[in-house]
């Protein structure tokens, strides 16, 4: 069945970066686009970037740009996210997310803690 399982996170101060991993199974990884999500307490899940299906196009949300970068490996069904200059607030739990045959699929979720 299709899986996505996220790791990465963690605790780190702000300033610094992580990179989170998306690994992917269960479909064709390669023809479909991604995205990654975060979700902070209170607040409602938000778009942080998603990219097209071989890695053409990428957007991001505003508040990340300049800062985060999306990017994929076909080869081996795994989609990343580093994150640099990180602030308290990108403090939250960052999901993966695919559509396929239009059903969202997500992973569940890895913690992301920017504190001093």
């Known amino acids: 069945q299709l899986q996505l399982v996220e790791s990465g996170g963690g605790l780190v101060q702000p300033g610094g970066s992580l990179r989170l991993s998306c690994a992917a199974s269960?479909?064709?990884?390669?023809?479909?686009?991604m995205s990654w999500h975060r979700q902070a307490p209170g607040k409602e899940r938000e778009l942080v970037a998603a990219?097209?299906?071989?890695?053409?196009?990428?957007n991001y949300a505003d508040s990340v740009k300049g800062r985060f970068t999306i990017s994929r490996d076909n080869a081996n069904n795994t989609l990343y996210l580093q994150m640099n200059s990180l602030k308290p607030e990108d403090t939250a739990v960052y999901y993966c997310?695919?559509?396929?045959?239009?059903?969202?699929?997500w992973g569940q979720g890895t913690q992301v803690t920017v504190s001093s």
């Open positions: 990219i097209s299906n071989v890695g053409g196009l990428r």
């Open positions: 997310k695919t559509q396929v045959r239009g059903l969202d699929y």
């Open positions: 269960g479909f064709t990884f390669s023809s479909y686009g």
